[in-house]
């Protein structure tokens, strides 16, 4: 039957997104879920907003978690963006900013769903390839030999190595491309990195997107946001608007606005997984893993003696599911998610029998 789907439909490959399994006592380190659950306060307003006002559209602009945002960032409102998860905001910055005559360049090993957007919008790319220790390279970004970029895009920290790009290096990414958007994806920043939104005040080329699904625990809500210049953030509301006016509901407004608002608890879960982290990498170490430095809720790691293939598969037996990307370069590591200290614990314990073996 796909006779009847439309020749761009053809040439698509999808993202596929972590699995979801359905397993007893599982002990899930694949998908980069905060173990820990949502502020109460998060909690407590979405239970507060379950009345009869889901009968009504919620503000198609979202101005109550734009100020909310503007002021935990201390910014104008007219720089802030949001959507329906990171993603979202993401796939209207690739229509917006990021279609253009030159090629969109982005890391050879980085967040898989760039690609697919490539594909989905029909945007030429060129794959900038990691550093040896899949570090990025500000200069392998700068106008060159390869000429110039229609646009950058990269994660940082990056996925799924979990490795930092610091600020420095970034702006010199911005300086040396003041005519191309550059789009800076901060998925896991609170994890250990330091945020590129104080330098939208210099670079008007500059957009930051940030979600709330990994440090605020809020990833079945689906809120994202992007903090730039006005101008930027204009072009978003144009796509949006012609795409769906009413991105996110009334449940997950109310629930992002007091996520903001409850910074204590954001910042303990944020030290909670980064502490677990360091104990989870230094117990690898020990199990002679070779993990690469994280600054993000997971880790990236390979056992110089065990394929990574069979060692993910040995883990599922356990009920343990961690991620494998069957990719060049990367096809012997594991992304495994920080979990509670109990579930890092399990986990270990795990590798420390099938090792051996």
């Not at 439309?6 to 879920?33: I, M, R």
């Not at 329906?84 to 090629?103: I, Y």
Request: charged letters at 20%.
């Amino acid at each position: 039957m796909s006779r009847y789907w439309s020749p761009v439909v053809h040439g698509l490959t999808p993202y596929v997104p972590g699995e979801q399994p359905k397993l007893d006592q599982l002990v899930k380190l694949n998908t980069n879920e905060n173990p820990y659950g949502p502020s109460p306060r998060a909690l407590e307003a979405i239970q507060a907003a379950t009345g009869s006002s889901l009968r009504l559209y919620p503000d198609p602009n979202a101005e109550v978690l734009k100020t909310s945002l503007a002021t935990y960032l201390d910014l104008p409102a007219d720089q802030v963006f949001v959507g329906n998860g990171s993603d979202e905001v993401l796939a209207h910055a690739f229509m917006a900013l990021l279609n253009q005559d030159r090629p969109l360049w982005f890391p050879d090993i980085t967040y898989s769903f760039y690609p697919v957007y490539c594909g989905l919008y029909g945007i030429r790319s060129r794959l900038v390839p990691l550093r040896e220790d899949f570090s990025i390279a500000a200069e392998d970004y700068l106008p060159g030999t390869e000429g110039r970029a229609g646009g950058i895009i990269f994660p940082n920290p990056n996925a799924p190595t979990g490795c930092l790009l610091p600020l420095e290096a970034i702006e010199r990414i911005l300086a040396g491309n003041p005519d191309t958007v550059v789009v800076v994806d901060e998925a896991y920043v609170d994890f250990g990195g330091d945020s590129a939104i104080p330098l939208v005040s210099r670079h008007p080329n500059l957009l930051v997107v940030q979600t709330f699904s990994k440090s605020r625990s809020l990833a079945g809500l689906r809120v994202g946001f992007a903090v730039g210049h006005p101008a930027l953030i204009e072009a978003l509301e144009r796509v949006k608007n012609s795409f769906n006016s009413y991105p996110l509901d009334r449940l997950a407004l109310a629930g992002a606005v007091a996520s903001v608002e409850d910074e204590a608890y954001f910042d303990a879960c944020c030290r909670k997984v980064i502490a677990t982290r360091e104990i989870l990498v230094a117990q690898m170490n020990r199990l002679g893993f070779e993990v690469l430095p994280s600054a993000a809720n997971f880790i990236f790691a390979r056992h110089p003696a065990r394929d990574a293939t069979a060692l993910a598969a040995a883990l599922r037996e356990r009920a343990i599911i961690v991620r494998h990307f069957r990719k060049p370069r990367i096809d012997q590591f594991l992304r495994i998610t920080v979990g509670t200290e109990e579930q890092c614990r399990i986990l270990t314990d795990a590798l420390g029998d099938i090792l051996p073996g």
